[in-house]
């Protein structure tokens, strides 16, 4: 007897896993008419943090799928629980007026928004600083630290041994820190007692892909000008929060 075809994936369905593929780290808010929604296990996410319904539709896919959601303009009551809650959270938007399109309307993420990226005054406590970090713990040699204030956009970087950078994250408190995902295991348990971590892959935390960032940024042919020297641990460090805040799409940048 023949298996029973599984029914077929709806256009809006694959481009929202077309757009999470890009960004599986986040959970993505899904602009859908006058409704925010998430699916899939970003709605169990989200439906547990907020105490939404959850529910499971069809909703075009071979089996149901998770789903949860609330009114486009609740975005500022809810935005803040996600990210306080640890969540990475991308924006979703419908980049066209339904009104003017025939079948499925174009959408990408406008906003990706984590503990040490963003400009929401609702998760900015008064005259708080929001700083980024990016710590590039060299195997030999001095250790990198950038750090970057997202609402302001001031920027400083440092090269020292591991117990002064350690220092100077405890000074500057950043929201977030980014590190190589391959970073020592001891260090990472001890660094998530105290902040809130993002590993990116080792590739992003080469010398030259660092150079390339911050010379293309920055458009110069060396890095003399801001202090730094090709294939330094600050330099890398600061090519690999660049890349980051690139990679997700942050608007401000």
């Given at each position: 007897?023949?298996k029973k075809?599984?029914k077929k994936q709806?256009?809006?369905?694959?481009?929202?896993d077309?757009?999470?593929?890009?960004?599986?780290e986040?959970?993505?808010?899904?602009?859908v008419?006058?409704?925010?929604?998430?699916?899939?296990s970003?709605?169990e996410?989200?439906?547990?943090?907020?105490?939404?319904?959850?529910?499971?539709?069809s909703?075009?896919s071979?089996?149901?799928?998770?789903?949860?959601?609330?009114?486009?303009h609740?975005l500022q009551t809810?935005?803040?629980?996600?990210v306080?809650a640890?969540h990475?959270v991308?924006i979703?938007e419908q980049?066209?007026d339904?009104k003017?399109?025939?079948?499925l309307?174009?959408r990408g993420?406008?906003?990706?928004?984590?503990?040490?990226?963003?400009?929401?005054?609702?998760l900015?406590s008064?005259k708080?600083?929001?700083?980024?970090?990016?710590?590039?713990?060299a195997k030999?040699g001095p250790?990198g630290?950038?750090i970057i204030e997202?609402?302001?956009?001031?920027?400083?970087?440092?090269?020292?041994?591991?117990?002064?950078?350690?220092?100077?994250?405890?000074?500057?408190?950043?929201?977030?820190i980014?590190?190589p995902r391959?970073?020592e295991?001891?260090?990472?348990?001890?660094?998530?007692e105290e902040y809130?971590l993002?590993g990116?892959?080792?590739?992003a935390?080469?010398?030259?892909?660092?150079?390339?960032?911050?010379?293309?940024h920055?458009q110069?042919?060396?890095l003399?000008?801001?202090g730094?020297e090709?294939?330094?641990?600050g330099a890398i460090?600061?090519?690999?929060?660049?890349?980051?805040?690139?990679?997700?799409?942050y608007?401000?940048?």
């Amino acid at each position: 007897m023949a298996k029973k075809a599984g029914k077929k994936q709806t256009p809006m369905m694959r481009q929202f896993d077309e757009i999470k593929a890009k960004h599986p780290e986040a959970l993505l808010l899904f602009r859908v008419g006058d409704f925010y929604e998430t699916f899939g296990s970003d709605a169990e996410k989200a439906s547990k943090t907020l105490d939404i319904i959850l529910t499971k539709r069809s909703n075009g896919s071979a089996s149901e799928v998770a789903l949860a959601g609330f009114p486009h303009h609740a975005l500022q009551t809810y935005l803040p629980k996600l990210v306080k809650a640890g969540h990475r959270v991308a924006i979703v938007e419908q980049l066209e007026d339904p009104k003017t399109v025939k079948g499925l309307v174009k959408r990408g993420v406008t906003d990706m928004i984590t503990p040490g990226m963003n400009l929401n005054a609702d998760l900015l406590s008064g005259k708080e600083h929001n700083y980024l970090a990016a710590l590039y713990p060299a195997k030999k040699g001095p250790w990198g630290l950038a750090i970057i204030e997202v609402s302001t956009g001031s920027f400083h970087y440092a090269e020292h041994n591991e117990a002064e950078i350690l220092s100077a994250l405890s000074s500057y408190n950043p929201k977030e820190i980014i590190h190589p995902r391959d970073m020592e295991r001891g260090l990472r348990k001890k660094l998530e007692e105290e902040y809130y971590l993002f590993g990116i892959d080792a590739w992003a935390w080469e010398e030259t892909y660092a150079f390339e960032q911050l010379t293309t940024h920055f458009q110069t042919n060396s890095l003399s000008g801001f202090g730094l020297e090709k294939g330094s641990a600050g330099a890398i460090a600061a090519g690999a929060v660049l890349h980051h805040l690139k990679r997700s799409e942050y608007s401000s940048l």
